[in-house]
């Protein structure tokens, strides 16, 4: 089993991730699959509200990329949030680490968690905040525990066509 460094480190080693699959496989776990992406070399035109933007550079997985499992076997509460919606950091120091996949030591969302539940440090016990950042969703769980991390080739976990754009 990973360390949280050590995890941390896997998944912000990503140029970016795309959430391929949320799931419960059973009762109350938590079942992340995350595709690494890059930035392809190829320039496209897309399309927006009848507005052509030239000269993108395709963000999607390559033949290189990694899929990753996260499995919580235990969490708290998790929220999903498109991420044209998600604020941004308003303090950057309670940010504990992390870059695509963070942690956090204070935040609006272990708040939330502490008014809307009865979990306390003496029941489940400790917990952190962790927060998944991919190319279309913020995924944000509080859980007593790190997950499970596996790592598999593309392609072995439903790899869908999505892809984003940069300049």
Known sequence: MATLTELTEIIDSCYTIFVRE??????????????????????????????????????????????????????????????????????????????????????????????ATIASEQYPGPFKHFCVVSEMHVIDIVSTQIPEIQIHPTGSIGSSNRKSFVN
């Open 22 to 115: 949320i799931s419960e496989p059973q009762e109350n776990v938590l079942r992340l699959v995350l595709q690494e992406a890059e930035v392809n070399s190829e320039t496209v035109s897309h399309e927006i509200g009848g507005t052509i933007i030239e000269n993108l550079h395709p963000i999607e997985p390559t033949e290189r990329s990694r899929t990753f499992e996260l499995t919580w076997k235990q969490y708290i509460a998790y929220s999903v949030t498109n991420e044209s919606f998600a604020s941004p950091d308003d303090d950057s120091a309670v940010r504990a680490s992390g870059r695509l996949f963070r942690t956090y030591s204070k935040s609006h969302f272990l708040n939330f968690v502490s008014r």
